[in-house]
């Protein structure tokens, strides 16, 4: 994690938005697992009006090392303060999908986590089946 010389203003803004931030909704399901999970949207949506209300956005990049994919989030507050963090997970098929897939689980993942966002599920089996077993 890296972050601003000060987060004393970010802290603040994200306690509050935190305050008015609910779980993301369980409404897509895994048909591999029979699982509903709450996908990218629904962390988006918990968070975007408690963030807009404090102050709070966010931009996430795509990044790439070495047989892994992922994101850069940096979350930043209207006084210029911010913090950062890389998630990177392994690809086991070198393809475009499973490069694709690991970003957009790493987004959902990352934003979550940085947001204080409250995980009511774990559809984490998918991310660490054997290749033969994922679906595409």
């Known amino acids: 994690m890296k972050k ?8 603040v803004a994200l306690n509050k938005a935190q305050d008015a931030m609910g779980g ?3 409404g897509v399901e895994n048909p591999f ?6 996908d990218l ?3 988006v949506q918990a968070i975007k009006q408690p963030f807009a209300d404090n102050g709070l956005s966010y931009s996430q990049f795509p990044i790439t090392k070495e047989g892994y ?5 940096i979350l930043m507050h209207i006084s210029g ?3 950062e963090s890389e998630l990177l997970l392994p690809i086991v098929k070198k393809d475009p999908q499973a490069a694709g897939s690991a970003i957009t689980y790493a987004r959902r993942y990352a934003l979550q986590s940085m947001a204080g966002i409250p995980s009511e599920d774990d559809d984490g089996n998918l991310g660490s089946a054997p290749a033969s077993k994922k679906t595409e």
Not at 4 to 11: L, P, Q, V
Not at 33 to 38: D, E, G, I, M, T
Not at 69 to 73: I, R
């Open 33 to 38: 697992f029979k699982k509903n999970y709450a």
């Open 41 to 43: 949207s629904s962390v």
């Open 4 to 11: 601003s010389e000060s987060i004393k203003e970010i802290a």
């Open 24 to 26: 993301a909704v369980k």
């Open 69 to 73: 994919a992922g994101v850069e989030t």
């Open 81 to 83: 303060e911010w913090i």
